[in-house]
């Protein structure tokens, strides 16, 4: 079975800086999604990132990209330029990529992130 | 964009009592849909798969006779809390698979507090 870890509960930043969140997980596929979630206050599960296994580029959208190492298994979150809407729970989650039953998402524990003013 | 609609977003129901959740995508067909529980601080925890016409597929130490599923139409997949106990309590979230684009939507979520 495919676990997901988030060692880091807390992250706090200086708004405007540089924040990284970390991932590790664990699975016997070579083909897989890996993605990141933001759950602000309002609990509303917001997609930030996603990265394909076969894809060698890591992903980017806007101020968010990722360091996606395949052999170690590693998935981390870079947010550029934070901001005070960046404050939430964030998830690290992973898909197989088959269809049928494998869809299911499995989550790490989560890190909250604030925001400093 | 697609969207999945939970309803009620709370409810409080007393002790004893069965609750009924819904979960429904809007514009495109899941033929399958996932129930999430969420503790406070805690990360989402899946209850269950549920495939449009055929019984859900249950994760161990999931209650099948408490947290029924139906998942009778593409559009429309319930839980079911039956004899509703205080430690029942809790946020779920239902999510649905959308193939055509081989993404997954999240409903907003719904707070069931038993009373």
């Known amino acids: 079975a495919q676990t997901v870890t988030q060692s880091q509960p807390e992250m706090s930043v200086q708004e405007a800086e540089t924040v990284t969140l970390s991932c590790t997980y664990d699975t016997s596929e070579s083909d897989y999604y890996l993605f990141w979630y933001k759950q602000p206050p309002s609990r509303q599960m917001i997609l930030v990132i996603r990265q394909e296994a076969y894809k060698q580029q890591n992903a980017t959208e806007n101020r968010f990209s990722v360091n996606f190492q395949k052999a170690a298994k590693s998935f981390s979150l870079k947010i550029s330029d934070s901001q005070l809407g960046d404050a939430a729970m964030y998830f690290c989650?992973?898909?197989?990529?088959?269809?049928?039953?494998?869809?299911?998402?499995?989550f790490g524990q989560g890190t909250r992130l604030t925001i400093n003013p | 964009g697609a969207v999945v609609s939970q309803h009620p977003s709370r409810v409080i129901c007393k002790s004893g009592t069965s609750v009924k959740i819904e979960c429904r995508s809007l514009?495109?067909?899941?033929?399958?849909m996932f129930w999430y529980r969420q503790f406070p601080k805690k990360s989402l925890m899946l209850m269950a798969t549920s495939n449009e016409g055929s019984k859900a597929t249950y994760e161990q130490g999931v209650e099948k006779d408490k947290f029924l599923i139906n998942h009778a139409s593409l559009t429309l997949s319930t839980l079911t809390v039956t004899s509703a106990h205080p430690e029942d309590s809790s946020f779920y979230i239902c999510?649905?698979?959308?193939?055509?684009?081989?993404?997954?939507?999240f409903g907003e979520g719904s707070w069931l507090t038993v009373v």
């Open positions: 999510s649905a698979s959308r193939r055509d684009r081989d993404t997954i939507y």
């Open positions: 514009d495109f067909q899941a033929t399958t």
């Open positions: 989650a992973y898909r197989s990529f088959l269809w049928g039953g494998a869809q299911k998402l499995v």
